[in-house]
């Protein structure tokens, strides 16, 4: 109970510091020997950085962490979301807990039907966060639950400050909101305008259900009064999830991944994250000479080709899972499909017309993901969403979430499975010593912003804070979008290069279209952990301060 009491002392405090800091642009590169915690709201990063500075290990912070964004991040995460988590002991193990909502047992073949546009009831399967952080907490916390989950209590409870971004995501979705008994009353005014840069959200039912699980853990929610007020909704308005779905639903072991990118050691996960297609490019892109190329038009040109295959790949018919993980992390496979790849420096200028070009699979863009460490060596990457802005734009009313939408735009699935999506918790290693913990929001975006970063890293010698700001770019069948902004943009002569290529360049000029990074480098010179937030959102890192 002592404990408890200095967790609330320090998030009252942390709550005071994010009101004197009002407008102020959140710390966005931090460094430490004790540990770091890096996410994509100040709020949710400051409530791991008390968990690790309080006794609680990697896992402890990033579940904190996960938490507190579900209460300050509504249009991007949620008790009713997903959660894929990959996580490093300290003696070197990997592990990956796999939160993905699954399609209910019941749910008609019409729901499933692709649709990017869909919303509402019949969009929403199972939830998996809860699940995923109270299985992390079970088998690798060292504190309580209810330490973990106080923070996030505490700032449903007494409300927080909404900064830029959260209130104009909500607010483009308010019509569909206002569908919602539940999404109306717990993300809307009372009369039904959307909350502003500024006005303070208070979520006394999310804190009540928080408190709950605090206290119950996973079995309050998916087998106690919160499953059934679930339960009761679904059957109410057209819903599929059933109290029999909520009751047998586990948080899965992952499949873990490994491979190799010129001598750093790559692991992420299998389906339905997407960790074995970030280490599939990274193969294929492996099986050419970039030296001197890379930020040019020709790594541009290789690394599209790359990805693209790989997209095409994560879908393919190659055997049952396991053999499916296999086949497209090995070295065989990657350079077979290396030899599909045109090599501007190899083939005639405007002969190079997307022989991996293939058609593309529409994902929700919205994600959030967060990056821990502590001194002892545990790490963990763990990403989180809802699909599309504020998921199913469906809450019940008294639970204060909203459910995600992960049926309805992939299409194709069966009750019992799992939509898979490009969550891709990612480390990588050298010599069996931690370098980097990565991951990203962003749809199939994150794939190509990692594989892009990590290139810079190896292949330019750049730290993870230069290689995270230099510009990013994302491929489709059509057509390869280029960042194009005063912070960081792609040259002109790259974009003409890549049009002589066949290419079909497009300029994007918002920065929230690229994924957003928010990762951890250690620098074994100094024995610190540095902490890189995406400069194209508002996220912070910081480290602990013993």
């Not at 569909?176 to 303070?200: I, T, W």
Request: net charge negative.
């Amino acid at each position: 109970m002592g404990f408890v009491r200095n967790i609330s002392i320090g998030v009252a405090t942390v709550l005071a510091a994010a009101c004197q800091r009002g407008s102020e642009a959140p710390q966005q590169i931090a460094r430490s020997t004790d540990g770091m915690v890096v996410s994509g709201a100040a709020l949710a990063t400051d409530a791991g950085r008390l968990i690790l500075e309080s006794g609680g290990n990697a896992v402890d912070a990033a579940v904190a962490t996960a938490f507190v964004l579900a209460v300050v991040e509504p249009s991007m995460s949620s008790l009713g979301g997903r959660t894929q988590m990959l996580i490093r002991t300290p003696g070197g193990d990997f592990v990956g807990i796999d939160g993905t909502t699954e399609v209910p047992a019941s749910a008609p073949a019409a729901s499933l039907e692709a649709d990017q546009d869909a919303y509402g009831y019949r969009t929403i399967g199972i939830p998996g966060t809860v699940a995923a952080l109270v299985e992390a907490t079970d088998l690798y916390g060292s504190l309580p639950l209810a330490d973990l989950i106080a923070p996030a209590v505490q700032l449903a409870e007494e409300g927080f400050v909404l900064s830029a971004g959260e209130p104009s995501r909500i607010a483009g979705v308010a019509g569909q909101l206002r569908e919602s008994e539940g999404a109306r009353r717990h993300f809307l005014k009372p009369d039904g305008s959307a909350y502003q840069v500024g006005d303070r959200l208070v979520q006394p039912d999310l804190a009540r259900v928080l408190r709950a699980i605090a206290q119950g853990g996973a079995a309050v929610f998916y087998r106690g009064w919160i499953a059934e007020s679930i339960a009761v909704d679904m059957e109410r308005n057209g819903g599929s999830v059933t109290l029999g779905d909520l009751a047998t639903y586990r948080a899965d072991s992952a499949l873990v991944v490994r491979g190799h990118y010129r001598g750093y050691d790559l692991v992420g996960t299998y389906l339905p994250a997407s960790g074995a297609t970030t280490i599939e490019a990274l193969h294929i892109l492996e099986q050419f000479d970039l030296t001197g190329r890379t930020g040019s038009a020709e790594w541009l040109a290789l690394l599209a080709q790359a990805l693209l295959l790989s997209f095409e790949d994560r879908v393919a018919d190659l055997g049952p899972p396991e053999q499916h993980a296999r086949t497209i992390v090995s070295e065989e496979w990657a350079a077979s499909r290396a030899a599909q790849v045109r090599d501007p420096a190899a083939v005639t200028v405007g002969s190079m017309v997307g022989g991996a070009l293939t058609s593309a699979v529409w994902e929700p863009p919205f994600t959030t993901h967060l990056s821990t460490a502590d001194a002892e060596g545990w790490l963990v990457a763990l990403t989180q969403s809802v699909g599309p802005t504020m998921g199913s734009k469906v809450a019940t009313s008294g639970l204060g979430f909203v459910y995600a939408a992960t049926m309805g735009y992939l299409g194709e699935l069966e009750p019992g499975e799992r939509p898979f999506s490009s969550q891709s918790p990612l480390l990588v290693m050298q010599d069996d010593r931690p370098l980097y913990v990565l991951g990203a929001a962003g749809a199939r975006r994150i794939i190509s912003a990692l594989v892009a970063v990590v290139s810079r890293i190896v292949d330019q010698g750049l730290p993870l804070a230069d290689a995270m700001a230099e510009p990013r770019f994302h491929a489709t069948p059509e057509t390869v979008y280029l960042e194009m902004r005063d912070q960081a943009s792609w040259p002109a002569s790259v974009v003409a290069e890549l049009r002589s290529y066949g290419v079909n360049p497009e300029a994007r000029l918002s920065a929230s279209y690229f994924a957003m990074i928010h990762g951890i480098e250690y620098d074994p010179a100094t024995g610190e952990y540095v902490g890189v937030a995406d400069p194209r959102w508002a996220g912070s890192a910081v480290g602990v301060r013993h």
